[in-house]
């Protein structure tokens, strides 16, 4: 027959301090782990969501990012005649040329930060489908007026609808706000490419991102365009170019939490044993008193071993109602493959909850296991001897 | 002191127990000391900037350059001994992956202006003669095994390309501050390989000064002299020139702060659970005691006494533990950290936190064998 | 050392009410009584009688409700808890029914206690603690753990960490009650030579007859009423 559950629901509210400092401290590791897993996926997933498997983007072969590719004018019209771009409502190619460049500008909280500026065209908005002006409305072109991205209003000095952002030199009207749905984008200050090239000197654009009208054309016109020799350009369709760029960083983030995780795991396992080591010791009568009694030592092992998962998952669920309110909350850093800043969001999934939860409860196995065998291996009368 | 005897024993009460106190905070000192470390790493960059260096670039972003003309004026600035001037390659070696960086700079002048890059005799010279030569940094030889004489490919992103260098040098930092992981080689060699539209072109110049007092004047100075031509500049203490890079970085640091923290408190919470289980197991015990005439202090001082000597007896583990595995290795996080080592600070401001941790838990378990009323402690036992 | 007149412990009109839980039991009721230097006292009584709640209320390690206790000069009831340990650590010497001997410490380090809280040096400490452990027989077992002891070597320790201070009084609380009769002999052979040779005040608590009967004078405690 088993221990009834009861047993160990009265022994753990009867050591109630006990109780609440062993769950919170394992709770605090489980809350860690919720809290790397969800920096790093928010990172990773503002970066690689940001492009689109339906849309190439062309830059200079040898560059891993926008800011170190020139692409020429005339390269960029003769990309944009290729046969396998997709074409819009009103038959013009579904194409767009962008100048990138980055500026130096405050953030609202007085450091510094290199903000991504590009200069679009009218179908840049169109090629990102997860883009939409939110506030506002798109700025015109030749006139000196930008929109920018949410994140951007939200993080940086000067960004907000209405107010003027100086850049080369220049006063420039926030007319518009869009939303990118966390993507590297939301980061971002567009203003009109053709105003651009000459204000911040720049002769050269540095992409063409274009929609493919199949997604099979892709190996042709990847093929023909880097075998061209009038230009030296490489193709990649869009989200593995921005995934690309988040992998050494989200690699290291993921890598750096994983390490603490674990190690702080082991440390919280030290202390689930003492505590179960010290709960074992402190009941040995009883436990002579069950065996005594006819309760089998499977099910005395089974019966502390259900305590101490128990434990442990009362502080998963500590970790997992700290972890909530992390969800959502913004911070920012640089990529290091763009040099820009990348504004991003926590990102708790109900993934990582489970995950949580899951990783407390092994906790509390493990830190259990071997007091629950040693309470199951006491000698009868031994153990009801001791006071 | 005569008690030390007592509080040993008491510790070996329970060796598996003392066992693992032990170890969960060394785990919690060694886990602090890695985040803290990760920090100060960033900060290296700070401690090895040269007080009377200023650096020069284009007032909007790193990405403009600077035109080569400008160093005529720039040398004639009151208060500047000396100039050099280079720029950043941004290249990688084989793989995307390995990057590391590596600059182009005016070798006449480089080895002047940058004294804590130290040459063995004739490498120098040899850098200097040599226009594909190049020179690397003695962790980053360690790291991909290069030797003097070798040559190195790298694919430029910037510069595009494959360029070659020849090893002439592997140079040392002055201080262990100083990143040994970095390849510089000729601007000149840089320059002419470049198409008309882009030569001549500067991505950053530096400045030495007479004394560090002369920074806020000289760079106001420089400033003001490009202010109104088409490549205006900012010019600012290497010092804050390296800052600025590490607040570009953001909130990494409040977010490993935050990490560091929970691991410490959760460490400290099982921690005080197991010493008040620990503390409930000697009632009898600390009654004898204050029968024999151990006044309520003392018991209080050997109880929290223990907690303490427990606790340092962790840090110490662990913290050394950090400073000796990061030590010897050449961790530079994917090129991430070019200077991974435990700063004495951090040890001590580890041992520090060990203390308090040890204090903070041995509290409670302290002030309860202090209030023990030995009357009724005895009572319940006989 | 001895006080007014001449008794060594001196209770006057001594009461002690416990309060267990709301219930107040009058443990104590109106004790009298004088001890004399060099005297071997034996106090018996039922269990329940507060036998050894009057030996601590004489030790120092519980206060009367009401009433005086005077021990060696002091008023016990006037010293402040700091005062009280150190007095207690100079005057008395505690012998209990579980002899209570630290079990991590060894025999010599159990010995060794009460003279860490004086000022004598390690070897002046060490002269003292083998000088105690061979009255009571076991210099030989000085680096045994008490769990390498039998249950009357464990008292023989514990008397030896009661003298080992050279305290003003003995107080042992049923010294011989889980000991079976061999050893319960020897550790009261033990404790008249200390009376007799070293000329030791001893209290003794006890409920065996048998036992009491090495002492000089009887006492009879019921009830809370200490008849001679």
Redo the contacts between chains.
């Keep these: 027959m088993a221990v009834p559950l009861a047993y160990n629901l009265r022994n753990l509210s009867a050591r109630k ?2 109780t609440v ?2 769950a ?3 709770g ?2 489980s ?2 782990f919720i ?2 897993l969800a ?1 790093a996926g928010g990172f990773q997933s503002a970066l690689q969501a940001t492009g689109s498997h339906a849309n190439a983007i062309v830059i ?6 926008e ?2 590719s020139i692409v020429a004018r005339e390269a960029a019209a003769s990309i944009e005649s290729q046969p396998e771009i997709a074409r819009a409502l009103d038959g013009a190619p579904l194409a767009t040329h962008e100048l990138v ?4 500008l405050e953030r609202k909280n007085g ?4 903000v991504v500026v590009r200069g679009v065209t009218a179908r840049s908005i169109a090629l990102r489908p997860k883009l939409h002006l939110v506030q506002g409305r798109m700025f015109r072109p030749g006139l000196e007026e930008v929109v920018v991205g949410k994140l951007a209003e939200a993080r940086i000095a000067h960004c907000t609808m209405g107010d003027r952002i100086k850049l ?1 030199g220049r006063q420039w009207s926030i007319v518009g706000v869009f939303d990118a749905q966390g993507t590297a984008f939301d980061s971002e200050i567009w203003g009109d490419v053709e105003l651009f090239m000459p204000v911040f ?1 720049r002769p050269v654009y540095q992409s063409v991102t274009f929609r493919l009208d199949e997604p099979s054309h892709f190996g042709a016109i990847q093929k023909r365009l880097e075998a061209d020799p009038r230009m ?1 350009v490489q193709v990649k369709h869009e989200d593995e170019f921005y995934a ?1 760029q988040s992998a ?1 960083l989200a ?2 983030l993921r890598g ?1 939490g994983l ?2 995780t674990l ?2 795991a ?3 396992v ?6 179960m ?3 074992v ?2 009941r040995t009568k009883e436990i002579g008193t069950l065996l005594a009694l006819g309760f089998s030592r499977g099910s005395i092992l089974t019966s502390f071993l259900i305590e101490s998962v128990l434990l442990a998952t009362l502080g998963g669920l500590l970790g997992l109602l700290m972890a909530l309110p992390v969800n959502g909350i913004t ?4 990529n ?1 493959a763009s ?1 820009s ?1 990348i504004a991003f969001r926590f990102q708790v999934t109900p993934t990582m909850l489970l995950s949580g939860m899951i990783f407390a409860a092994i906790m509390g196995a493990l830190g259990g296991f071997f007091p629950s065998r040693k309470a199951a291996r006491r000698v009868i009368v031994e153990a009801l001897r001791e006071a | 002191m005569k008690y030390l005897g007592l509080i040993f024993a008491n510790l070996m009460r329970s060796k ?2 003392t066992f ?2 032990v ?3 060394a ?2 000192l ?2 602090f000391c ?2 803290r470390t ?1 920090i100060t790493s960033f900060e290296a960059s700070l401690r090895a900037s040269q007080a009377t260096r200023l650096v020069v670039r284009h ?6 350059p600077l035109p080569l003309a400008y160093r005529e004026r720039l040398s004639r600035v009151p208060g500047v001994t000396g100039i050099s001037y280079g720029n950043w390659f ?1 290249g990688f070696y084989q793989d ?2 390995n ?1 590391f960086a590596q600059f182009a700079m005016d070798v006449p002048t480089f080895l002047d202006l940058f004294p804590e890059v130290i040459l063995p005799a004739g490498q120098a010279e040899a850098f200097r003669s040599e226009r594909t030569a190049c020179i690397i940094g003695a962790a980053l030889a360690r790291k991909y095994g290069w030797k003097l004489g070798d040559q190195i490919p790298i ?4 510069f ?2 494959e360029w070659r260098f020849v090893v002439r040098g592997i140079y040392t930092g002055q201080t262990k501050d100083v990143d040994e992981n970095t390849l510089f080689f000729h601007w000149d060699y840089l320059n002419e390989s470049l198409p008309e539209g882009r030569k001549s072109l500067v991505g950053i110049y530096w400045l030495r000064i007479a004394s560090p007092d002369l920074a806020a004047s000289v760079s106001g100075r420089v400033d003001a002299l490009f202010e109104n031509s ?1 490549q205006p500049t900012k010019t600012e203490t290497e010092k804050a020139f390296q800052a ?1 890079f590490i ?6 640091q409040l ?1 490993l702060t ?2 560091g923290s ?2 410490v ?3 400290m ?6 010493m ?3 503390a ?2 000697r009632t009898t015990e600390i009654a004898v005691l204050k029968t024999l005439g151990f006044s309520d202090g003392l018991i209080l001082r050997l109880v929290g006494g223990e907690a303490l000597f427990l606790s340092l007896l962790g840090g110490g583990l662990g913290c050394g533990l950090a400073a000796l595995v990061f030590r010897e290795s050449d961790f530079t ?2 090129g ?1 950290f070019p200077n991974f080592r435990v700063l004495p600070e951090t040890v001590l401001l580890g041992l520090v936190l060990a203390a308090l941790m040890g204090l903070l838990s041995g509290v409670a378990p302290a002030v309860q064998a202090a209030r023990l009323q030995v009357a009724s402690a005895l009572r319940r036992v006989a | 050392m001895p006080s007014e007149n001449g008794a060594l412990v001196h209770l006057h009109d001594v009461h002690k009410i416990y309060h267990r839980d709301r219930i107040e039991v009058p443990v104590l009721q109106g004790i009298n009584l004088d001890v004399r230097e060099g005297e071997f006292l034996a106090l018996m009584g039922p269990s329940g009688s507060g036998k050894s709640t009057l030996l601590n209320l004489i030790a120092g390690i519980d206060t009367p409700t009401q009433g005086e206790v005077r021990v060696a000069g002091e008023s016990l009831g006037t010293l402040k808890p700091s005062r009280l340990a150190a007095w207690r650590a100079r005057h008395i010497g505690f012998i209990f029914q579980l002899y209570n001997l630290i079990p991590v410490l060894t025999a010599f380090q159990n010995v060794e206690l009460p003279l860490l809280l004086t000022r004598l040096s390690a070897r002046e400490r060490k002269k003292r603690v083998l000088f105690a452990l061979g009255l009571v027989g076991l210099e030989g077992r000085a680096k045994h753990f008490p769990r390498q002891l039998s249950g009357g070597e464990e008292q023989r320790v514990a008397i030896a960490r009661a003298i080992v201070a050279d305290p003003t009084l003995l107080v042992a609380d049923e010294p011989t009650g889980d000991l079976d009769a061999r050893n319960a002999a020897e550790i009261l052979t033990l404790l008249k030579r200390l009376n007799e040779e070293l000329k030791k005040t001893i209290l003794m608590v006890t409920h065996d007859p048998h036992a009491a009967e090495s002492a000089h004078v009887i006492f009879h405690l019921d009830k809370g009423v200490l008849q001679p």
């Design positions: 301090v006990s400092l062993t919170l401290g394992i605090l590791v809350w860690v809290f790397t920096l200079r072969s040898g560059s891993t990012a800011l170190t460049v980055l500026w130096n450091t510094q930060a290199n080369a000197d030296s690309a050494t690699t290291l750096l390490f603490v190690v702080m082991l440390g919280a030290f202390g689930a044993l003492n505590t080591y010290a709960a010791g402190s911070t920012s850093t640089m290091f040099f800043e | 598996r127990r693992l106190t170890f969960s905070i785990i919690a060694f886990l890695t985040l990760v007032a909007a972003s790193l990405v403009f941004g995307p992956k990057q694919m430029g992103t910037i595009p390309g088409p600025g607040s570009m970085i953001g909130n990494v977010l935050i990490i929970a691991i408190f959760a460490i919470l099982v921690t005080i659970n197991t008040m289980m620990a409930r197991e996080g994917g991430f």
